[in-house]
T-cell receptor, first 115, second 113 residues
Framework: EADIYQTPRYLVIGTGKKITLECSQT?????MYWYQQDPGMELHLIHY???????EKGDLSSESTVSRIRTEHFPLTLESARPSHTSQYLC??????????????FGSGTQLSVL | SQQGEEDPQALSIQEGENATMNCSYK?????LQWYRQNSGRGLVHLIL?????REKHSGRLRVTLDTSKKSSSLLITASRAADTASYFC?????????????FGRGTQLTVWP
């Protein structure tokens, strides 16, 4: 198992609430990612970071925001949750594998349900 | 879409049988990776094959890559019930400086005891 942790594992909240999904890794990886995954669908990259104070939006438009104040910590925040945000959110970090290509390590995910 | 597409969407076999999953993609790639996801968990990296490689083995896993057809296959030999999971292929585009991986929808493999 990789040393990357997500909390909470499950979250059920009402519409309009502000939430923060936590992600921490102890591997010292500079690059970190947030993916969104719906059942039977591909993973969509919503945010990524190449290091402290570096954050970028991914391929899928998302109303969430992220911050990277410390290398090990990459939280995702929804200012006002809506039912359309219901999904599984996966955090990942990467290291260079053989040949200089990146290999991802994933957390266990947060299953978010917005009522 | 840049993502790979796995085929079949679902596969159900008996323990001891071999499982073959396929992945097709659209762009030129640097490498292709296969990941496994147990229900309710994150993805775990299984194997990486570079664009200049045609076949690679790791334990009971065998991956092939045909860049002319833009396709890859993952073979799991002598499957076990514990192999039950979703399997995703992920591609890294050639020329991309970001090293970003694009994932398909996955193949759901069920291995019956």
């Amino acid at each position: 198992e990789a040393d990357i942790y997500q909390t909470p594992r499950y979250l059920v909240i009402g519409t309009g609430k502000k939430i923060t999904l936590e992600c921490s890794q102890t591997m010292g990886h500079d690059k970190m990612y947030w993916y969104q995954q719906d059942p039977g669908m591909e993973l969509h990259l919503i945010h990524y970071s190449y290091g402290v104070n570096s954050t970028e939006k991914g391929d899928l438009s998302s109303e969430s925001t992220v911050s990277r104040i410390r290398t090990e910590h990459f939280p995702l925040t929804l200012e006002s949750a809506r039912p359309s945000h219901t999904s599984q959110y996966l955090c990942a970090s990467s290291e260079f594998a053989e040949g200089g290509f990146e290999k991802l390590f994933f957390g266990s995910g947060t299953q978010l349900s917005v009522l | 879409s840049q993502q790979g597409e796995e085929d079949p969407q679902a596969l159900s076999i008996q323990e001891g049988e071999n499982a073959t999953m396929n992945c097709s993609y659209k762009t030129s790639i640097n490498n292709l990776q296969w990941y496994r996801q147990n229900s309710g968990r994150g993805l775990v990296h299984l194997i990486l094959i570079r664009s200049n490689e045609r076949e690679k083995h790791s334990g009971r896993l065998r991956v092939t890559l045909d860049t002319s057809k833009k396709s890859s296959s993952l073979l799991i030999t002598a499957s076990r019930a514990a192999d039950t999971a979703s399997y995703f292929c992920a591609t890294a585009d050639r020329g991309s400086t970001l090293g970003r991986l694009y994932f398909g929808r996955g193949t759901q493999l069920t291995v019956w005891p």
